[in-house]
């Protein structure tokens, strides 16, 4: 069972594509970058704006850009952003439930914090400081350094085309040409 989501994933990789780019990027190009659909990107950047990481601009020229540095934003804001402050582990007290203690658990059994718990949050508050040390711009540089140069100058100008496009009206015009079939001729008798 997976803590976070496929949401968080979507999210952080389009966020990599803001870093160091001035220009607002529309939510539908970057999910048709990564085949993601255009819906569930549209739903989660807002909470990102609401949480101050990223701003919208609206328009034809409009989109998403980061809202501060990419080094000042870190994973875990991201995270907290998109799934919330939500915690590891939920203790359910199951160690008062032992069938010896015919329903009264002795204080020493109950007393101080469950070692299971106190173990759990030790891990959590780990992987919270590695999710608070790594930002945007350490995941973007360790993009930077396996992809192949030619790889990242074609990203960009993918991106750079579409804005493009869509200050130029072309978006629009393919999106009605893709959605308005002609009809099919009626054939004469």
Not at 10 to 22: F, G, R
Not at 45 to 69: H, V
Not at 152 to 164: C, G, K, M, P, V
């Amino acid at each position: 069972m997976a803590l976070y989501g496929a949401s968080t994933e979507y999210v952080l990789h389009s966020l990599l594509w803001l870093v160091n780019n001035p220009e607002p990027v529309s939510s539908l190009d970057l999910a048709e970058l990564q085949s993601i659909p255009p819906a569930f990107m549209a739903k989660l950047l807002p909470r990102l704006e609401k949480a101050g990481l990223l701003i919208a601009a609206e328009g034809l020229k409009g989109g998403y850009r980061l809202a501060r540095p990419a080094g000042n934003i870190s994973v875990l804001d991201v995270v907290h952003a998109v799934e919330g402050e939500k915690s590891l582990f939920n203790c359910q007290e199951i160690r008062g439930r032992c069938a010896l203690f015919h329903e009264k658990p002795p204080q020493w059994a109950t007393r101080g914090l469950c070692a299971i718990h106190a173990t759990m949050l030790r891990a959590e508050q780990a992987m919270r400081q590695e999710l608070a040390q790594t930002s945007l711009a350490d995941l973007a540089h360790s993009v930077r350094e396996k992809a192949p140069p030619p790889f990242l100058e074609e990203a960009r100008s993918w991106l750079d085309e579409r804005a493009q496009n869509r200050r130029t009206g072309k978006v629009r015009q393919r999106r009605r040409a893709e959605t308005i079939q002609p009809l099919p001729k009626s054939k004469s008798i």
